[in-house]
């Protein structure tokens, strides 16, 4: 029997592994969104497993799937691949249950997930440039030391695990509508379907993926799991290259809608939890969110967002943060004329000032293509309030008869 061909994980499944999870995983609680309640047109509620242990859904799996290996099992170790969540779940499940992990990680993994996972007491070993090429190192380490494979999202106590998230935003939001939940391998969109469609059929669960790896897709089309060529996202705990057997089977029986959102519509979503929700998600934790913010008419409301994990590289988060502010027009980038002469920067200044814009950054270019002798080109770094306040301020400059480039 291929993996195809084996059932589906059941409720009775789900129910058991909330059992073994009982003092391990954090129910994590439920936050209201007025800003996307608004946008919605009704309530919308945020799942908070970025508040979870090891600040990811990724424990609830890996730590059913390694509770339930038999003695002889765990003491050959187990061993996993992971950009980062997965990873820190699985040291933290095979800590508390006494038994030696190594976790293949891809070589841009984010520093911060590579140390808190080297903290569970994992044994690191860095490999490949994406979790695929990881998992194929995990699997051949698998196959030559007799360690048990513990997949990022393949397996069914994995998706029993993570269906535990189901049954808890169940009963903390009874009267939902739309469950939106970000997918890369679908192991947690699998399993919280699992869970809502056999409690909830009425329920709608919609699948939002990153649109520079989005694997379902065109899987879904092809009916069966297909292979990416390539993948380019800031998501990387969603950057998975292929479905796998079992969750492809879920999702294509149970999810009602498979979506994407670019990396401009990750990077708003973040800042808008930052802002607004003050929870720090990191992209791929945010991908349900920004699904909403992109199309908020498409969802029904009450509508639970599940954020998925919060493990974000600080680096990476300053980069987000400026990508947001450009893609939600914060940010304002222009080349202006402006008459070189003393005082024609301080008057060009004394605009911006009036318009209400903050200067970040400014810097002369003195020679260029079309540039009079009499003439120096200002480019400028503004922050302004948003769209309007940026077209207000360009047209305030226009107003001085300041000839003005977008940059």
Known sequence: MTAVDLPLVDLDAVRAARELLSGVARTTPVEGSRTLSRSVGGPVLLKCENLQRTGSFKIRGAYVRIAKLSDAERSRGVVAASAGNHAQGVAYAAKLLGCEATVFMPESAPLPKVEATRAYGATIRMHGATVDEALEAAVAWSERTGAVLIHPFDHADIIAGQGTVGLELLEQCPDVKTVVVSAGGGGLVAGIAVAVKTLRPDVRVVAVQAAGASAFPGSLKAGHPVALPSMSTIAD???????????????????????????????????????????????????????????????????????????????????????????????????????????????????????????????????????????????????????????????????????????
Do not use: W
Request: proline share 5%; with cysteine.
């Open 237 to 407: 705990g969603i950057a998975v290259g292929c479905p796998g057997d079992i969750t492809f089977r879920h999702v294509r029986d149970l999810v009602d809608r498979v979506t994407t959102v670019d990396e401009d519509a990750l990077s708003r979503a973040l800042l808008l939890c930052l802002e607004r929700a003050k929870l720090v998600v990191e992209p791929a934790g945010a991908a349900a969110v920004a699904a909403l913010m992109e199309d908020p008419t498409a969802f029904d409301p009450p509508v639970v967002a599940v954020l998925s994990g919060g493990n974000i590289d600080p680096v990476l988060l300053s980069k987000v943060i400026r990508h947001g502010m450009i893609a939600a027009g914060r940010y304002l980038s222009l080349r202006v004329r402006i008459p070189d002469r003393p005082g024609g920067l301080a008057a060009l200044l004394g605009v911006l000032a009036a318009s209400g814009a903050n200067v970040l950054d400014v810097e002369h270019q003195r020679t260029g293509r079309g540039l009079h002798l009499d003439e120096v080109e200002v480019d400028l770094q503004l922050e302004t309030r948003g769209r309007d306040h940026g077209e207000h301020v360009i047209e305030q400059l226009q107003g001085a008869s300041y000839v003005v480039v977008p940059g």
